[in-house]
């Protein structure tokens, strides 16, 4: 298990094994804009400041300079570390 923190707001929750940080967002009453959750509305994007992902789609919806300047889609990402991202709109409920 892994933790996933996400500014400005600095909120966190758990991130289980099997999980897209999405998906752990969501459980852990995180609000992130979030729309087709396969990868290519962009919706979600976020800048990973810290730690790792993996994704299981061949192409994550993400351009080579977007993924070298550190920006993921947690609806397709999953850890393999713990996280920092950096989203605007993300907020507790």
């Keep these: 298990m892994f933790t996933a923190r ?3 707001a600095d909120l966190q929750c758990d991130v289980e094994d099997g999980m897209t940080l999405l998906q752990a967002l969501e459980a852990g009453r995180i609000e992130m804009p979030s729309s087709c959750r396969n990868g290519t509305c962009r919706t979600c994007v976020c800048q990973l400041l810290q730690g790792s992902v ?3 789609v061949e192409w994550p919806g993400l351009s080579t300079e977007e993924m070298d300047a550190g920006y993921v889609l947690p609806c397709v990402a999953f850890a393999t570390s713990d996280v ?3 989203q605007e709109a993300a907020r507790g409920t």
């Design 6 to 8: 996400v500014l400005p």
């Design 54 to 56: 993996r994704y299981e």
């Design 84 to 86: 920092v991202l950096q």
